[in-house]
């Protein structure tokens, strides 16, 4: 096979598929992954799994790797020659390439003797380069990513993927082995690695790509859950060079239901009684992406917002029945969120601003209009009600932790009002208090009468680094703020700390009775959170 393999490369048996690769906050193409096929002139496809480990038992893959580094550089080039969006290619380099020591400067003529960036090229390392690790397979990394090439670590999860390997190397991506994603959401096992894995890549600073999605129940688990990229059979099977090309011109995006974070679709409503300003409207303003619907007047707009969601109204003002001020008036007592625009050639001044004035209109923009002028305006008007619905989400969301703090807070006086009565009676162990209080959905830590560390809850350990965690010291050493503030804050009394660079709120009680004390309870509260 080895020979055959050899013959392939000079005979035209090889051919690159690619398998996009879709973004879950935006649903676009944001990559693809070179993939080798060898068509055999007599037993026809070979699998990669076939041939792969043949060349990776000798030097063979070193020059298999340089064809597909070049085959994938001609075809950027097709794309952008051919003036579409050429997506990051990424390509396999496995541990031998990575120990060559002339692999690096081979890549970089590659490259600039095809016209092709490091940006466009992404390279996908095995785990198992994670137990050769030495002094110039750092140096190669470092040189990678001064070059500009993006990294990605394949097939997390299957091999080496210790974290005391895996935080010296500077990787963008961590892929999720296929093996994790096959049986979610079901598979309760999975869903707890795949959770990990998100979790821990993300706090190292890199981005996740799950390999292998297939169904609509996968995708979705995996945006709900923080995944930001997918790549499978859901968003497309590997495709040829030519069917590559047709995507990219397609343009293919994910649904936006499946999209994490997404924003539903921006609809425009355009109310005039002259079809033809309607339709001059809809050309002009279709390109921008919006859902947009019409209405011959005040009355029909009112139908129209009664039965869809609207952000943005463009009105006429000069209407038979009702004027667009009229209407607009109307649209702000019945659906107060929307954003209201006034377009007319009369220009009834006092009537408009005293519209403006109260409210009932955002802009008023005249007949006849700049092309532009009108699209950056509603533009405008789309960014500001964007900004609406933000702050109104957070207030929501601000809202809803108020409630929990004060629930906390209650579950802490009455966690702290029975620790006094059980150190009264002396009927409860210390063990039942700790679980008690692992339970508190916030950071607890308690210290003794010396300010020693003598216990830290679940949610503590969440924001304190577990290298810094250490029963037994003082709290000025675990976190300097709340020691200093024990001591200048009465008990019960807010103040501003600041845990590893993360702005919280903190108070302190006195556990036991109010004139024999036996140690404190500090809490602390999420800066953001805390009203």
């Known amino acids: 096979m080895a020979k055959e393999l050899q013959l392939a490369i000079s005979a035209n048996e090889l051919e690159l598929h690619y398998q996009p690769k879709a973004d879950l906050q935006t649903g676009l193409l944001v990559g693809v992954e070179a993939l080798l096929r060898w068509n055999h002139a007599t037993c026809g496809a070979i699998p990669p799994s076939a041939f792969i480990r043949v060349a990776e038992q000798s030097d063979l893959i070193i020059q298999l790797g340089e064809w597909v580094i070049r085959q994938a550089c001609t075809d950027i080039r097709s794309w952008v020659n051919a003036k579409l969006d050429a997506p990051c290619v990424a390509i396999n380099v496995s541990p031998k390439q990575l120990q060559d020591a002339g692999f690096s400067m081979r890549l970089s003529e590659i490259l600039k003797s095809m016209q092709v960036t490091a940006d466009q090229i992404s390279l996908e390392i095995t785990e198992n380069i994670l137990m050769h690790r030495n002094t110039d397979i750092d140096q190669l990394f470092k040189d990678f990513k001064e070059q500009g090439y993006k990294l990605s670590l394949d097939d997390f999860g299957t091999g080496y993927s210790a974290l005391s390997y895996l935080k010296h190397f500077p990787f963008d991506y961590v892929k999720i082995d296929q093996s994790f994603v096959h049986e979610l959401p079901h598979n309760s096992d999975d869903v707890s690695i795949s959770k990990a894995i998100i979790s821990m890549a993300h706090s190292m600073g890199m981005k996740v790509i799950a390999e292998g999605v297939e169904t609509e129940a996968q995708c979705k688990f995996l945006s709900d859950n923080m995944c930001d990229e997918i790549q499978g059979y859901f968003f497309s099977v590997p495709l040829s060079i030519k069917q590559m090309t047709e995507f990219l011109q397609e343009s293919l995006v994910l649904d936006k239901h499946l999209l994490r974070m997404g924003k539903p679709d921006r609809t425009l409503l355009l109310v005039d009684d002259e079809p033809?300003?309607?339709?001059?409207?809809?050309?002009?303003?279709?390109?921008?992406?919006?859902?947009?619907?019409?209405?011959?007047?005040?009355?029909?707009?009112?139908?129209?917002?009664?039965?869809?969601?609207?952000?943005?109204?463009?009105?006429?003002?000069?209407?038979?029945?009702?004027?667009?001020?009229?209407?607009?008036?109307?649209?702000?007592?019945?659906?107060?969120?929307?954003?209201?625009?006034?377009?007319?050639?009369?220009?009834?001044?006092?009537?408009?601003?005293?519209?403006?004035?109260?409210?009932?209109?955002?802009?008023?923009?005249?007949?006849?209009?700049?092309?532009?002028?009108?699209?950056?305006?509603?533009?405008?008007?789309?960014?500001?009600?964007?900004?609406?619905?933000?702050?109104?989400?957070?207030?929501?969301?601000?809202?809803?932790?108020?409630?929990?703090?004060?629930?906390?807070?209650?579950?802490?006086?009455?966690?702290?009002?029975?620790?006094?009565?059980?150190?009264?009676?002396?009927?409860?162990?210390?063990?039942?208090?700790?679980?008690?209080?692992?339970?508190?959905?916030?950071?607890?830590?308690?210290?003794?009468?010396?300010?020693?560390?003598?216990?830290?809850?679940?949610?503590?350990?969440?924001?304190?680094?577990?290298?810094?965690?250490?029963?037994?010291?003082?709290?000025?050493?675990?976190?300097?703020?709340?020691?200093?503030?024990?001591?200048?804050?009465?008990?019960?009394?807010?103040?501003?700390?600041?845990?590893?660079?993360?702005?919280?709120?903190?108070?302190?009680?006195?556990?036991?009775?109010?004139?024999?004390?036996?140690?404190k309870i500090v809490m602390l509260i999420d800066d953001r959170m805390h009203h």
Request: proline share 5%; with cysteine.
């Open 276 to 519: 033809n300003i309607l339709n001059a409207l809809k050309r002009l303003l279709r390109r921008d992406g919006y859902q947009i619907l019409t209405a011959g007047g005040g009355h029909e707009g009112l139908s129209i917002l009664e039965k869809n969601s609207v952000d943005v109204i463009i009105s006429d003002q000069r209407m038979p029945s009702m004027t667009g001020v009229e209407f607009l008036r109307n649209a702000k007592k019945l659906y107060p969120d929307t954003i209201r625009i006034v377009l007319s050639g009369y220009t009834e001044l006092q009537y408009i601003t005293d519209a403006i004035n109260e409210g009932a209109i955002y802009k008023f923009l005249t007949k006849p209009w700049d092309d532009e002028q009108i699209r950056a305006n509603i533009r405008e008007a789309f960014h500001y009600k964007e900004m609406e619905d933000e702050n109104r989400s957070l207030n929501l969301q601000i809202q809803t932790k108020n409630q929990e703090l004060v629930t906390a807070n209650r579950q802490l006086a009455e966690l702290v009002k029975q620790k006094q009565k059980q150190i009264t009676l002396g009927q409860l162990s210390l063990s039942i208090v700790r679980e008690v209080l692992q339970y508190v959905p916030l950071p607890i830590i308690a210290v003794d009468d010396e300010d020693m560390v003598v216990f830290i809850n679940s949610s503590a350990e969440q924001v304190i680094p577990q290298s810094r965690i250490e029963l037994g010291c003082q709290i000025e050493h675990l976190i300097p703020d709340v020691g200093t503030g024990i001591k200048e804050h009465s008990e019960g009394m807010w103040f501003p700390v600041h845990v590893y660079q993360k702005p919280f709120n903190a108070q302190w009680k006195n556990m036991g009775e109010p004139n024999k004390p036996s140690g």
